[in-house]
């Protein structure tokens, strides 16, 4: 998150904490509701499934008052360098958290209508990818609220990982429609399942790149195999060490 | 003998300072090298060890709090402030490469050649519109009439200010808005056809219409000539400029590129600054 030296205007500062508070809500709510989603799946809960769908619109309603507190600010306080970065972050990661909720409602949607037919033993074919997926978004939004590049630039990474388990759950699952066609339907139903959480790692993917230039002003989106591994491949002696950096001399000094 | 030759400003090579010199003009990119630069207005150390170089036919514009430096800097690069008592320098400052404070260089050359704009627009009250802007040139000894009608009007063209004024060419320059007054300033200083413009706050005094129409100028104006401008509006710096220094208690904290300067600042003091954090 931003740098919480304190501006001359308190009403800045404040402004600033509005947006990322609410930025940090919507990713707890977004996080909540994967989780929610897989839960309802695996656990054969319609009660959660039904939480996890109306729950969204909380989430809906904190993205547009994410993008309204960033045009406020920009409008007010035309904001550089790290805060301008971080409130155009804030208002990219806003949509990504969103979209990955409404991944969160088509899985409880599918796992609803799952759960009233009879239990399909191939649903926890899904669990590794589950895993993967909660574990990107937990990173990555540990990476933006601790200004971690190196965990951010981690992350994009991964989402190849993902992309490889939709494929080899898609191979499994059609060989399983082969041997059980009565049960082609559910089958579909966790190949769309899969496909929702490999989309879901495609918007993770999003955000690591925009917490990245949040963090360190680089832009690493569409750079195939150049992608940077860590923070001294992407900065080399631009590398800004944090804590070094929060030490330098300020202007009260 | 009257310079009758010179009329379209077209961008000319920097000729040598000195009179008496007949070398060729050295092929630098940098209208300015600033080495060690400090100044003191008696006691007071204004400008402390700044070394920067300002390339040519860029805008560089100059930020920093009230009293870091950043006009006395500015007027070091045409030896204004030597016109104020118990001011002293040292350091150098070389001006497409040949030193701005040798011994044999006349500060109104200089000045003819590193034309200045202040924050406060001052045209002569008692003079026209069109006498405004050939001031310099008539000082200069130039009358030839058509000459001055010429570099007037093309001058006053520049300053994106003609079509305002072409028909109350007689009136007053005071007669003008804050605003037409700054570009009458602006068109002032070009006349002489200088190859660097400085600009001192030109647009603090005005509204914001007539401030987008002095940064348009300004901008229009980079392609013939090095603008140094100092400003303390951090957006118009960013809008304007290629390049920034940001001055703070008299030193050069940082110097930049001005999209890198107020997006990745190298040094927390710029980023505090630009910001607006002060502990």
Redesign the interface.
Known sequence: MADTTRHILGSYDAALSALQNDLLMMASLCERNVRNSLGCLFNRDEDLCNVTIADDEEIDQLEKQVDKNGIDLLRRFQPVATDLRHVVAAMKLSGNLERIADQAVNIARKARKLNRAPLIPEVHFLDPMYREVTAMLSDVLRAYTENDIDLAISVPARDKTLDAMNHEITEKLTVQMTKFPERITEYLDLIFIARHLERSGDLVKNIAEDVVFAIAAEDIRHMGAQRPGSAADLLGDKNPDAEAWKAGETLAS | MERTQEITPQPKPAAPLAATEQSQPPASRNAFEVANLDVWYGQKHAVQDVTLNIPERTITAIIGPSGCGKSTFLRCLNRMHELVPRSRMTGSIRFFGEDLYAAQIDPAVVRRRIGMVFQKSNPFPTMSIAENVTVGLRLNGIRNRAFLRDRMEQSLRMAALWDEVKDDLGKPGVSLSGGQQQRLCIARAIATQPEVLLMDEPASALDPIATMKVEELIHQLSRDYTIVIVTHN??QA?RVSDKTAFF?LGKLVEFNDTDQL????R?????????????
């Open positions: 951090m957006q960013s703070y107020f997006t990745r600042p040094e927390k003091q710029t980023e505090d600054y630009i910001s607006g954090r002060f502990g």
